[in-house]
T-cell receptor, first 110, second 110 residues
Framework: DMKVTQMPRYLIKRMGENVLLECGQD?????MYWYRQDPGLGLQLIYI???????SEGDIPKGYRVSRKKREHFSLILDSAKTNQTSVYFC?????????FGPGTRLTVL | QEKVQQSPESLIVPEGAMVSLNCSFS?????SIWWYQQHPGKGPKALI?????GNKKEGRLTVYLNRASLHVSLHIKDSQPSDSAVYLC??????????FGKGTSLTVIP
């Protein structure tokens, strides 16, 4: 069964702290994504990774960076988190034309 | 950039009703259209996709694509309370690029 995992599932941070969200997939998919989802705004693409060390900005990359050193693992980093980065973050991977999503991480920045 | 609009924003129906969800997109060259289902607190899960003009049926789901009018619809027959979820329309334009609508929230009342 194809699976995308995300850790942690819930996270509370204070403004200015660094945040690390992690994503893993067991399908050897080349392409992985980070989205955030906010009420009324839908899914917004933050970054896309086409393979190890091959990352591209999405629609809202400001304030975020990513790291992909292994095909099965993709990290999202928030350096000095801001309150407007409170959101639910989803990781996804794709094979061909279908995307598989993780369960999400709910991040609250106080 | 591809634009994806979904209607209605929300829908409440009694159990057993036929449900119709709509999605319009801006690029007729879009390769495929996907419908995702997202239950509360979960990640989106692919339900059904369509590549060619016309319709496609899978179980209680039927999707219709009209490229000339840039419109796709999802119909759920004999709706069940377990169908209550947010439905996302996604357009795949190639090169691993997906564009999502904001979703339709469906509530099926027993």
């Amino acid at each position: 069964d194809m699976k995308v995992t995300q850790m942690p599932r819930y996270l509370i941070k204070r403004m200015g702290e660094n945040v690390l969200l992690e994503c893993g997939q067991d399908m050897s998919h080349e392409t992985m994504y980070w989205y955030r989802q906010d009420p009324g705004l839908g899914l917004q693409l933050i970054y896309i990774s086409y393979d190890v060390d091959s990352n591209s900005e999405g629609d809202i990359p400001k304030g975020y960076r990513v790291s992909r050193k292994k095909r099965e693992h993709f990290s999202l980093i928030l350096d000095s988190a801001k309150t407007n980065q409170t959101s639910v973050y989803f990781c996804a991977s794709s094979w061909g034309v279908e995307q598989y999503f993780g369960p999400g991480t709910r991040l609250t920045v106080l | 950039q591809e634009k994806v609009q979904q209607s209605p924003e929300s829908l409440i129906v009694p159990e057993g009703a036929m449900v119709s969800l709509n999605c319009s997109f801006s690029d007729s060259a879009s390769q495929s259209i996907w419908w995702y289902q997202q239950h509360p607190g979960k990640g989106p899960k692919a339900l059904i996709s369509i590549f060619s003009n016309g319709n496609k049926k899978e179980g209680r789901l039927t999707v219709y694509l009209n490229r000339a009018s840039l419109h796709v619809s999802l119909h759920i027959k004999d709706s069940q309370p377990s169908d209550s979820a947010v439905y996302l329309c996604a357009v795949y334009t190639g090169y691993q690029n997906f564009y999502f609508g904001k979703g339709t929230s469906l509530t099926v009342i027993p």
